[in-house]
C-alpha cells in the first residue's frame, strides 16, 4: 500500500515552545542546484527529522532572491513531513504587494510561522538607498503580517547579541529590539555568537527594557566545521570569532576531521552552558550539513 504523506502539525511555534522544556531547531538556506535541493531534503528528511526537531526554517536569499525556492522548500516540508516549517521573509528591495503575496503564498501552503526581518541588500548593491523602502525596519512587517487576512500568523524575529552591525550602541539596539517584540513577535532568534556572556548580557538588557517574560529568545548556534568559512561568516554577521577559539581548532591541525570535532567539542561546551543558565533551547545553523548538528545533538541529550 503506498504511504500516505504525514501532513504538517501547522502548529505555531510559540505552542511547540510553550510545551517543550527545550528546543532544539534547525535552519536551512535554499539550495541553488538540483543536487544541492536533492540533499537538502535528505538532510531534512533522514538526518535531521528522527532529532524531533520544535521547527526548522528556511532563509530567504538577501533582497528575496530565493523567493520562490524559499516558499518551496517550506511548503514541502509542511507538505510531506511531520515537521513545521518557519520560512525567513525580509523586506528589502520588496514593495507591501510582493510582501503581502508572498504571505498568501506561505498561508496558501500550509505555513504558518514567519521570521520577520528588515533584510540586508544584496552586497553587489553597496549603494542601495534604504529610505526607499516601504518598510523600513522589521517591527513594521511583524505588524503587517499581523494585519494580513490570510491567515493567523506566529511570528519570530531576529536578535543580535553582540549589537546588530549598524547600531551605533548596544544598548539603542535592544530598546529597539524589544519595541519589535511588543510590535507582535512571539519568539526571536539569535544571530550566531560563540560565548555564552553575549547571550547572558543581551537578555538581561533585554529584560531591563521591558522585554515579555513570555517570549522565549532563542540563542543561534553556528557548529565550527571549516575555520576559515565560519570566521568569514561570523565576520559578515558581525559576531567576534575569539582566539582562544580559533587557537583551539588550529591546534587540531590540517586534518578537517579533527578540526570538526574540535568544532564540535567547543558548540557542545557552549550549548550546555546556555541550556544550563536557562536559555530555552537552541537554533542550530546547518549549513544545510548534518553531521555536527548530530553529534551535538546527541553529546547534549546523554
Ligand atoms: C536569526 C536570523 C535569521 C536571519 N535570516 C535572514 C534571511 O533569511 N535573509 C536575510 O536576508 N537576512 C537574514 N538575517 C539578517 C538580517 O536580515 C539582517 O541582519 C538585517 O540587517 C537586520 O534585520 P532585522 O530584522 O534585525 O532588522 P531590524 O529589526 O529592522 O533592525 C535593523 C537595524 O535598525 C535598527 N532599528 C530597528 N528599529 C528601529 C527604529 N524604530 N528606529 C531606529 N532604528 C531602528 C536596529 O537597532 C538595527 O540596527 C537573519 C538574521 C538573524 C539573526
Known amino acids: 500500500m503506498p504511504t ?12 511547540i515552545l510553550r510545551d517543550r522544556e527545550r ?25 535531521l527529522a528522527p532529532l524531533d526537531p520544535a521547527f526548522v526554517s528556511v532563509t530567504y536569499g538577501a533582497g528575496g532572491s530565493t523567493r520562490e525556492n ?5 511548503r514541502r516540508i509542511a507538505a510531506e513531513t511531520a515537521i513545521t516549517p518557519m520560512a525567513h521573509l525580509t523586506t ?12 498568501a503564498e506561505l498561508a496558501a501552503a500550509g505555513v504558518h510561522n514567519i521570521l520577520a526581518l528588515r533584510g540586508d541588500p544584496p552586497r553587489d548593491m553597496p549603494d542601495y538607498d534604504r529610505s526607499a523602502d516601504e518598510f523600513a525596519y ?10 494580513h487576512p490570510a491567515a493567523d500568523f506566529c511570528v519570530g524575529v531576529a536578535a543580535f547579541p553582540e549589537r546588530h552591525p549598524l547600531a551605533t550602541d548596544l544598548d539603542t539596539d535592544v530598546r529597539n529590539f524589544v519595541a519589535k517584540v511588543k510590535a507582535g513577535a512571539d519568539f526571536a532568534i539569535t544571530q ?7 547571550y547572558w548580557r543581551y537578555r538581561d538588557l533585554a529584560d531591563q527594557y521591558g522585554m515579555p517574560a513570555e517570549v522565549p529568545i532563542i540563542p543561534g548556534i553556528m557548529p565550527v566545521t571549516n575555520v576559515s568559512q ?40 557552549l550549548c550546555h552552558e546556555l541550556l544550563e543558565g536557562g536559555a530555552p533551547g537552541i537554533h542550530f545553523y546547518t549549513l544545510n550539513k548534518s553531521p555536527a548538528t548530530r553529534e551535538i545533538h546527541a553529546n547534549l541529550n546523554t
Open 23 to 47: 528546543s532544539f531547531s534547525f535552519e536551512f538556506f535554499p539550495p541553488k542546484t538540483a543536487a544541492g535541493a536533492d540533499n537538502l531534503w535528505r538532510v531534512i528528511t533522514e538526518d
Open 192 to 198: 550566531m555568537f560563540f560565548e555564552a556572556h553575549h
Open 70 to 74: 524559499t516558499i518551496e522548500i517550506v
Open 4 to 15: 500516505q504523506p504525514v501532513p504538517s502539525s501547522g502548529r505555531h511555534i510559540r505552542d
Open 92 to 103: 528589502v528591495l520588496a514593495g507591501r504587494e510582493e510582501i503581502r503575496q508572498v504571505i
Open 138 to 147: 522589521a517591527a513594521d512587517l511583524v505588524e503587517f503580517i499581523h494585519a
Open 230 to 269: 565560519v570566521q568569514r561568516i561570523a565576520q559578515l554577521s558581525g559576531a567576534d570569532f575569539p582566539q582562544w577559539l580559533y587557537d583551539r581548532l588550529v591546534a587540531a591541525g590540517d586534518d578537517p576531521d579533527a578540526v570538526q570535532r574540535a568544532g564540535v567539542e567547543a558548540a557542545t561546551e
